[in-house]
């Protein structure tokens, strides 16, 4: 048949017209990096059509120090006017620089979030409004938290001409999510806040081959929180549950972490059972109601975290004669924080302990209490000071440099990567990963394939 036989004439222009249109539906779609190319913490990310826009996480900014943080977007006008048209908001997972401008929200915008996510903020939330000093915590925003839809993994969430599918992650927080994004015909994979060096880190390779990449990804955003340390290594969590049980062999042992790491608060607690199966593990009211949340959700699928299942965990009184003696015959692990209900609990029970057999574990960032870090928190640097003994244990809950590069790898994104959660997220062409990769990683606003990508410098 000869080249421009009519036929073969309209194959051609009804192909190239197929093109044209596939292109300008690519065109129609926008990711607005409004919050995170050059800053940790205060994600905001958007990805919008001509018919629907969504958002992925709205975090508050984090403070520097003890200072406030100076957040212009935290208040309900800023929020309003960035949440215009917004069909959904959607929550990777329940830390503040992800999730806290959540009550300056229209109550028109639907928001979502993991079950036991929620259940943690609602909890969080209604002990905070209890606080006579935490007067920015009202009954609406526990209200507003209420009201919040939830996802489960692998569950598409149909908004719009928008399908967003949560997969499960292993973070320092509970509960937490990836999203597979598909807007006509692409598809965007936003990791949020991730490790591979959990307990639950071990299906983060399997779920990306088995279930994300299923098509090819075109858009990769993900976390970069580590790139200021590119040859850190850290502790795997069950190694860091090795090192705790030697510090255990202290007969009063004093633990400050995070009151909503489930993991961590996992190795703590399995520790002190291979150590101490004697003598109790404490901790306060508050923080016993997130171990129950936590062993409801999750204790079903590991016997790690049924916190509950050895009935060792009890909530301190120092009115309580029974524990307190048992306390200090046997000894005890005690989760605190740097309150000043601790610090009367810690001036209660010094008297009675052998400040030789006492140690504080501290497991979180080292910079918090380091005197001369400028990320240092007086509260706590002065709380550490009433401890004998202080031993710094911790790990961190982001990718390493190693982590990051495999996930990049792996996915292998058509058209861009974007490093968020990050100062230094230039560094992201440092990683091992191929030049082709490198030349797809995106921190100035850009169209890539049809994708127009959009980053706010601030």
Not at 186 to 205: P, V
Not at 424 to 446: D, G, N, Q, Y
Request: hydrophobic share 40%.
């Amino acid at each position: 048949m000869h080249p421009f036989h009519p036929t073969l004439l309209l194959i051609k222009i009804i192909s190239q017209i197929k093109n044209i249109i596939t292109f300008a539906k690519n065109l129609n779609m926008k990711i607005i990096i409004h919050r995170g190319i050059n800053q940790i913490g205060g994600c905001i990310t958007e990805i919008t059509t001509e018919k629907t826009k969504i958002i992925i996480d709205l975090g508050h900014n984090l403070p520097k120090s003890d200072k406030p943080a100076n957040d212009p977007k935290a208040n309900e006008e800023a929020i309003k006017e960035l949440t215009k048209d917004v069909s959904a908001i959607f929550y990777t997972h329940y830390h503040g620089d992800h999730v806290d401008l959540f009550k300056f929200v229209p109550k028109n915008v639907k928001q979502y979030m993991g079950e036991t996510a929620k259940h943690v903020m609602i909890c969080k939330y209604k002990r905070l409004a209890k606080l006579p000093e935490k007067t920015n915590v009202t009954h609406e925003d526990i209200e507003t938290l209420h009201r919040f839809h939830i996802f489960s993994a692998k569950q598409k969430n149909h908004v719009g001409d928008i399908t967003v599918t949560p997969y499960f992650i292993s973070h320092s927080a509970c509960d937490a999510f990836m999203f597979v994004v598909e807007v006509n015909g692409k598809r965007i994979l936003h990791t949020g806040d991730f490790r591979g060096h959990g307990y639950l880190s071990k299906e983060l390779f399997d779920t990306i081959g088995k279930y994300i990449l299923e098509k090819p990804v075109d858009v990769l955003i993900t976390e970069g929180t580590m790139l200021a340390r590119l040859d850190e290594r850290v502790l795997h969590e069950n190694d860091l549950k090795v090192k705790a049980e030697m510090l255990m062999e202290k007969k009063y042992v004093f633990i400050m972490c995070s009151s909503t790491d489930m993991e961590r608060l996992a190795s703590f607690h399995a520790a002190h059972l291979n150590t101490k199966h004697a003598s109790p593990f404490v901790c306060d009211d508050y923080q016993k109601d997130i171990l129950e949340i936590f062993s409801k959700s999750s204790g079903k699928k590991s016997e790690l975290f049924d916190f509950f299942k050895k009935k060792d965990i009890y909530d301190f009184e120092e009115t309580n004669q029974k524990l307190v003696n048992w306390m200090i015959d046997k000894g005890f692990c005690m989760l605190v924080r740097a309150t000043e209900k601790f610090e009367k609990y810690w001036a209660f029970l010094k008297p009675h302990l052998n400040m030789h057999e006492t140690i504080l574990i501290h497991s979180m960032w080292k910079e918090y209490i380091n005197p001369e870090s400028p990320h240092a928190k007086k509260d706590y640097v002065e709380f550490i000071t009433k401890f004998p003994v202080v031993d710094q244990l911790h790990t961190s809950g982001h990718a390493i440099a190693d982590c990051l590069a495999k996930v990049c790898n792996l996915v292998n994104p058509n058209a861009a990567i974007i490093p968020i959660h990050s100062e230094h997220s230039e560094k992201f062409k440092e990683l091992p990963i191929s030049a082709e990769l490198r030349e797809k990683v995106v921190t100035t606003s850009c169209t890539v394939q049809g994708i127009e990508i959009e980053i706010m410098q601030k």
